[in-house]
């Protein structure tokens, strides 16, 4: 027998409200089916969607989420609520230009400004929007001075405008309000230490690691302004945010403003050294450790008849992909990947990328593993008269030339040639650096 449509409108009622009970209880999933339960009666409910929409947000499902509430807000545009979360799934989606318009039409819909401020101010920082983004700020802390949050988003916004001092006292009052806030604490550290200020970042980052901040990060901090004995390399989860957060503006940013030149120079040597070898292409395949978005690959790929790269950064890495210049693209760890492949090379080069590892053996022993007898290799490193690899302030390790001959003779890697000078500049200084090229010993590894 089939319902009534009173029957179905109490049963798509039922089923709405047992959603609700179940959302507030943080059952996600028994809610999504609630609601759904409710819609396959009802269909088209705004409220039904818009809570279908929020189920599926708590979920982590911001694709799904989006379509419930486009649909909500397609059913009833005048829905504030269903505007701000649809803003929230936007932005899970990384189109922040959407979000914030959907957070604007939460507002000129009747949502009280100050529940979508906080997602507004976040949607100006990502487009890089950051005056109007101070301005949300600004209004934001007068109505709410105690909002520690709003604080930390303050002082955030003010780094990025270059403004590191005032963004100091924001993030000092942020972590005073509120001292648990271990992003507050490892934020107010990095800035200290950009400012030199090594003692007082040892103290944020100690704070920050007893807030509960990723440990094998704010070590990795905590060794660089302290000067101890670093560990091997930054945890890979930093460098992918660090590298996937910059490719955008990697290649105008270094060669514009820091006049990076180490690809060239590599280039140079490569170009010298091989101008007896036989043939146009004079190298069989070549591999690009720390590829990034590939500013060396059209230097060295007119060089090899195959040019393959390996990197943490997926972000860089689409950007070196699309230079259409690379045989094989790897996004993984550069030791990782030199102890496994099976291709073997001719040429091996790295640019600016042992700045991100401390001790180099393992990757000297992966490199003369994937070396052909008689192949070379091409890197960079940030200078340093230690005898040991140092990590600095800068986060980037240096290294010296007596540690790297040494090493280079531990594994059959005979020094060709080497050149001396700026890389590239950080915060308007030079950076002194060194440029190397081995051979790899004519007998195989
Ligand atoms: C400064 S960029 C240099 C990129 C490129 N070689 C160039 O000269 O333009 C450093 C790159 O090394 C990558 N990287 C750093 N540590 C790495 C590791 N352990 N394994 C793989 N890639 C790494 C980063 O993701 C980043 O793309």
């Given at each position: 027998m089939t319902a009534t449509p009173d029957e179905r409108f109490e049963r798509a009622r039922a089923a709405f409200l047992a959603g609700l009970q179940a959302l507030q209880a943080g059952r996600d999933a028994d809610a999504e089916a609630a609601f759904e339960q409710s819609l396959a009666l009802m269909p088209g409910r705004p409220s039904t969607l818009m809570n279908l929409g929020v189920a599926r947000l708590h979920q982590g499902r911001a694709e799904a989420a989006l379509q419930a509430l486009d649909a909500a807000v397609a059913a009833d545009p005048g829905l504030a609520d269903a505007w701000g979360h649809r803003g929230v799934a936007l932005a899970a989606l990384a189109r922040h230009a959407d979000a914030l318009a959907s957070f604007e039409r939460a507002v000129a819909s009747g949502a009280a400004p100050d529940t979508v401020a906080m997602h507004r101010l976040l949607a100006l920082g990502n487009l890089r929007r950051y005056d109007e983004a101070l301005q949300v700020a600004d209004e934001l802390l007068s109505r709410h001075p105690g909002d520690a949050e709003a604080w930390l988003q303050h002082g955030r916004t003010l780094h990025c405008l270059g403004r590191a001092r005032d963004a100091v006292e924001s993030y000092r009052h942020a972590v005073t309000l509120a001292p648990a806030l271990a992003e507050g604490w490892s934020l107010y550290g990095q800035l200290l230490k950009e400012l030199g200020r090594r003692e007082d970042a040892a103290w944020a980052f100690e704070q920050a690691l007893a807030q509960g901040a990723e440990p094998e990060l704010h070590r990795w901090f905590l060794a660089a302004v302290r000067g101890d004995e670093a560990p091997p390399q930054p945890p890979a989860s930093y460098v992918e945010r660090l590298f996937d957060a910059y490719a955008d503006d990697f290649d105008e940013h270094l060669q514009q403003r820091l006049h990076y030149r180490t690809p060239q120079v590599l280039a140079e040597m490569v170009t010298a050294a091989a101008a007896g070898r036989a043939g146009g292409r004079p190298f069989a395949a070549a591999l690009d450790l720390g590829c990034g978005t590939g500013l060396v690959a059209p230097l060295q790929a007119p060089l090899a008849q195959a040019l393959d790269g390996v990197d943490l950064s997926a972000a860089m890495l689409a950007k070196a992909r699309a230079?259409?210049?690379?045989?094989e693209l790897v996004h993984g760890d550069i030791t990782a990947h030199l102890q496994a492949t099976a291709q073997r090379y001719q040429l091996v080069v790295a640019a600016d990328v042992f700045v991100y590892l401390g001790p180099l053996d393992a990757v000297f022993a992966g490199v003369r593993r994937v070396l052909e007898p008689g192949g070379l290799f091409a890197f960079s490193v940030e200078a340093t008269p230690e005898p040991r690899p140092v990590l600095r302030n800068s986060l980037r390790y240096a290294h010296g030339e007596a540690y790297l001959r040494d090493l280079a003779a531990a594994h059959g890697l005979h020094w060709q040639a080497q050149r001396s000078g700026t890389l590239r500049e950080d915060q308007e200084r030079p950076i002194e650096g060194l440029c190397v090229l081995l051979a790899a010993s004519a007998q195989a590894a």
């Open positions: 230079l259409g210049l690379y045989r």
